[in-house]
């Protein structure tokens, strides 16, 4: 997963402000008034540290290469152009790897809560991922529907 790093600009300068934000997953915190040299210097700071934590993720099956890090999908080693909601799903499916999901989970992390009755974007997006990914779309042998 790519870490992307997250600096808190505020005008709160109470401890307790600080505390919950940090503890909630913010990397800095920079209370105003800042110069603009300190918010840059912060910014290359955060950068640092993410791109170092940073781990190549590859993810292979079959003629089918993954590069999470990267963003790049490869089949039979040429490049697949994805969009961004054909890699989401794609992404999410990886994630999730040998696990049966539901309709409802898919949809709401894909597309979000107020989407889990459309159905109907699971039958479009994978019939486009297998037509992208599987040597015959028609036999699927990556993408598998579990009936019921």
């Excluded at 910014?43 to 003629?63: L, N, Y």
């Excluded at 909601?85 to 992390?109: D, F, P, S, W």
């Excluded at 039958?123 to 486009?128: D, K, S």
Aim: aromatic residues 6%; contains cysteine.
């Amino acid at each position: 997963m790519v870490q992307v790093p997250v600096i808190v600009l505020s005008v709160r300068d109470a401890d307790r402000d600080k505390v919950a934000l940090l503890d909630a997953g913010a990397d800095d915190y920079i209370t105003k008034p800042f110069s603009v040299d300190e918010l840059l210097a912060r910014m290359r700071t955060a950068q640092r540290h993410a791109s170092q934590e940073e781990e190549p993720v590859v993810f292979r099956c079959g003629s089918i290469q993954v590069d999470l890090t990267r963003r790049i999908v490869t089949h039979n080693g040429e490049p697949v152009r994805l969009t961004p909601t054909e890699y989401a799903l794609l992404r999410m499916l990886l994630q999730h790897a040998g696990k049966v999901l539901t309709h409802r989970q898919i949809l709401q992390e894909v597309w979000g809560k107020e989407y889990v009755d459309e159905t109907h974007y699971l039958r479009v997006y994978f019939a486009q991922l297998r037509q992208k990914l599987e040597d015959d779309p028609t036999r699927p042998k990556i993408i598998l529907t579990e009936p019921g």
